[in-house]
């Protein structure tokens, strides 16, 4: 069920070249999608909405770790991944480690790339990889009031 919708990167390699051939856009994001909220949900929809499979990579615990700090991630990659896999505007899953998504993206080759608002597309890891290969880069714009990090600093001030 949702445990089938979580790949390797070489499985879901040969899943996009599948889709690629089909005629079918490929959208790529990626997070950490700690603690999921509307913020989340949102954006993914309207990243899903781009194009017509949305692959989303997923960043690993020890790699939330090295970002966030020592307490995070809150809820572990296998129960992220599982959340991640059951929404039905996301199409596969797929966990990664390296510090960016830079060699994943290269990987996928993904037709449009996805980050929010919170970015410029000139600083957008693999940016540069998706245009030269006649894709596009887009930003997002983030619901404001949410984020992992102020739910965890309103859970803390309970």
Known sequence: MTASKIHTR????QIVQQWHNEGQKVVFTNGCFDIVHLGHIDYLEKARALGDKLVLGLNTDASVNRLKGPTRPVVNEYA???????FGFV??????DEPTPLELIQTICPDILVKGDDYTVENIVGADFVVSRGGVVKTIPLVKGYSTTSLIQKIKAL
């Open 10 to 13: 070489e499985e879901a390699a």
């Open 80 to 86: 992220r991944a599982r959340m991640m896999a059951a």
């Open 91 to 96: 199409d596969t899953v797929i966990l990664f």
